[in-house]
């Protein structure tokens, strides 16, 4: 019994000891990392984390911000209500220094009010609807393009890129402007309307249509007889591949079909609209990985310890999107006196990137309501299955082709 | 004019469509009379199946259809024995709640298996325009039509004309009375049951070819077929074919002279009229003739 009392002393006195010790040598900067890692998100959810990952671990490897090294605690938030919970968890219990997120506007839009609240700041790295940072918060900043800056972006290439690759008067052209009608689509089409009316592009038709249609047969009838040039559409995927078909079926060939990313970014709907079918759909979303390097330095470089972590190809331009991100709020954290919030607040609005100086090509210079204003989404294309970035030209690696279909 | 015809041509397309998918549920909810919101979710689960059979092992999709139909019947047996059976004389909300867990359950599963992406069979001979005149419509839709129009008329001769049909449509009218005349009860509900599955195993042997299937897949038709199945007359197949294609081709002229996302607005409009005027629907059998 006494033998079994002693060796209980000593394991104790052993255990906080070493307890102690890590704890005086251990001293890292808490992060949080809020993703839906589960739930019908949770695919892009982990593509914007991983870039995240690969940010905090090649900083770590640097020596960390500070000279301390970067500790990731994730938070899954599958709901609105579930990012609430999380995101309080981390401010209140993990007790993070800073939050990064989120891939989902309506999760960012939830999560960012407790951490607003509890003086944490928070880092959007993908989500793009636009009231996000038009809350006046004080400690949100976002490092992405927003749908206004998606829609402004298709919106100019028709007459920037479209027009001059037909050969044609940009405002000879009909355009349509068709969308899914929830939030991320309505979002979309309104600034494209808006954008549409002071740049003087003709707008024929406006149809929004649920996205869980089993049928668009109305909606192409409609756009053919109103002998549509250009389509901008904003849908997720399920639309996407059901308008490509239907379009084919009922004889539909715009010169033009541009895409909102949602389900034209995707590699699923290509194959199941068919290569043949797709090729010549323009898209304008987050960069993707077939971009020239002289735009996007860094880009090759992070799609080789991409596949060397994760032993894949990136999925998604979610990744690049959120590992840029993440690179620009980690040299503000560094050049920031202190890690309190007003102090990383000023570092940030310091940060001054020219645009092509990251490797998504973006620029970094935040306003007052702490968006980033030196974003503008490149212009991809499909082209024998692959999406290749087209304009603008110094993005580029390969020409605009014209006309939607090669069959 | 010409529009007109091709967007009439397109609702009926559509309503065949409609139809296969309602029939099954004419069977479940107007004999077993259970709201069944897991619907949808069985013809995921055909959906599904039709894309294993045919990406994986190479099946056309109309020879999928076989097994396909025996399994969903079996699926229809077993949610019947272990699901609805228990909850048989409990409150109707009871039943509601089953059916709605089951299907979340489903479409869960399917989602933790398969992933969220979208599975789209491969059978290009089945998405060919064919030209009636200068209209165009798919061989995939044809053959719809004419499975949906046989199946219909299959399934009346068949209520009518068997003992088994027969036994049905006295446990749908009197429950209790049935059991007195020795109709065995559960049973005719299992059978039932299954039959209403394996109408939509064959239904989405013929939906697979021209629609991805998605976790959420069920949910974009449901809500239509009990639309359909109450505008006919609940325990009438005649009535749900015609139902469907009077919401088909709503659906397709409202959403091209009015606007696509009004769509739902016109149909329901119309079905809540006609409920009005005619609350047993279209062909009888509904509220008024219990």
């Known amino acids: ?407 | 004019m010409d529009v007109l015809i091709q967007l009439m041509i397109n609702g009926i397309m559509l309503g065949s469509m409609y139809a296969m998918i309602s029939v099954g549920l004419t069977l479940i909810f107007g004999v077993i009379r259970v709201v069944n919101f897991a619907h949808g979710e069985l013809l995921m689960i055909g959906m599904y199946a039709v894309y294993l059979l045919c990406n994986k092992l190479g099946l056309h999709p109309y020879v999928a259809a076989f097994p396909v139909i025996v399994l969903l019947f079996l699926t229809g047996v077993l949610i019947q024995r272990f699901i609805i059976q228990p909850l048989l004389d409990a409150d109707e909300h009871i039943q509601i709640f089953a059916t709605v867990g089951l299907s979340t359950a489903l479409v869960n599963l399917d989602l933790m298996v398969f992933g969220a992406d979208l599975y789209s069979v491969t059978s290009p001979d089945i998405r060919v325009t064919v030209k009636l005149g200068t209209y165009n419509v798919l061989v995939g839709q044809l053959v719809m039509l004419g499975a949906a129009i046989a199946l219909v008329v299959g399934l009346h001769a068949f209520m009518h004309k068997t003992a088994l049909g027969r036994a049905i449509r006295a446990t749908a009218q009197n429950r209790n009375a049935a059991l007195l005349m020795g109709v065995r009860v559960n049973q005719i509900y299992i059978i039932t049951f299954g039959m209403g599955a394996a109408c939509v195993g064959l239904a989405s042997a013929l939906v697979s070819p021209l629609f991805p299937a998605t976790p959420t897949v069920g949910t974009y038709f449901v809500l239509t077929a009990f639309v359909v199945v109450v505008l006919g007359g609940m325990r009438s197949m005649y009535g749900a074919f015609w139902g469907a294609m009077i919401i088909g081709l709503v659906d397709s002229l409202s959403a091209y002279y009015i606007a696509p996302d009004l769509k739902e607005v016109v149909y329901f409009a119309i079905f809540i009229l006609i409920l009005i005027f005619k609350p047993t629907g279209l062909f009888g059998f509904g509220r008024g003739t219990e």
Do not use: C
């Not at chain 1, 589960?38 to 995240?52: N, Y």
């Not at chain 1, 928070?122 to 976002?142: C, M, Q, V, W």
């Not at chain 1, 194959?271 to 993707?288: R, S, Y």
């Open chain 1, 1 to 407: 019994m006494k033998l079994v009392m002693r060796a209980a002393y000593a394991a104790g006195i052993l255990a906080t000891g070493l307890a102690l010790s890590t704890g005086a040598v251990n001293a890292q900067t808490k992060i949080g990392a809020l993703y839906p890692f589960s739930g019908g998100l949770a695919l892009l959810g982990d593509e914007s984390f991983r870039g995240l990952e690969l940010a905090t671990e090649e900083r770590n490897a640097a020596g960390g911000v500070k000279g301390q090294p970067l500790q990731i605690v994730k938070g899954d938030a599958v709901d609105p209500n579930q990012a609430v919970g999380e995101a309080r968890r981390l401010t209140s219990v993990d007790k993070v220094t800073v939050v990064f997120g989120t891939y989902s506007s309506s999760l960012s839009l939830a999560a960012t009010q407790v951490t607003e609240l509890a003086g944490v700041p928070y880092f959007e790295l993908g989500a793009i609807s636009d009231p996000i940072t038009e809350r006046g918060f004080k400690n949100l900043f976002r490092s992405n393009p927003t749908a206004r800056d998606f829609a402004a972006s298709m919106v100019d290439s028709i007459g920037d890129a479209i027009a001059p690759a037909l050969g044609v008067d940009a405002k000879s052209l009909k355009v349509a402007i068709i969308h899914e009608d929830s939030l991320y689509g309505q979002t979309v089409a309104g600034y494209q309307t808006k954008r549409a009316q002071e740049k003087g592009v003709n707008v024929v038709e406006t149809l929004p249509y649920s996205a869980k249609s089993v049928d668009l047969t109305p909606v192409i009838l409609r756009l053919k007889s109103a002998n549509v040039d250009v389509v901008l559409q904003t849908s997720y995927q399920n639309d996407t591949v059901l308008f490509f078909r239907q379009a084919k079926e009922q004889g539909f060939k715009p010169k033009a079909v541009m895409g909102a990313g949602g389900g034209y970014s995707l590699r699923e709907t290509m194959e199941a609209v068919g290569a043949a079918n797709m090729e010549g759909a323009l898209n304008v979303d987050f960069t993707q990985y077939k971009t020239n390097v002289s735009a996007a330095p860094g880009i090759t470089e992070f799609v080789a310890k991409y596949k060397a972590k994760y032993g894949i190809e990136p999925r998604s331009g979610h990744s690049l999107a959120n590992y840029v991100g993440a690179k620009i709020f980690f040299d503000a954290m560094a050049a920031a006196k202190d890690f309190s919030a007003p102090a990383i607040r000023e570092s940030v609005l310091k940060v001054d990137l020219p645009v092509g100086a990251t490797a998504s090509g973006w620029g970094a210079k935040f306003n007052e309501a702490g968006q980033n204003t030196r974003v503008s989404p490149f212009v991809m294309q499909w082209q024998g299955g692959e999406l290749v970035t087209v304009f603008p030209a110094k993005a580029a690696v390969t020409k605009m082709k014209t006309g939607l279909g090669s069959n």
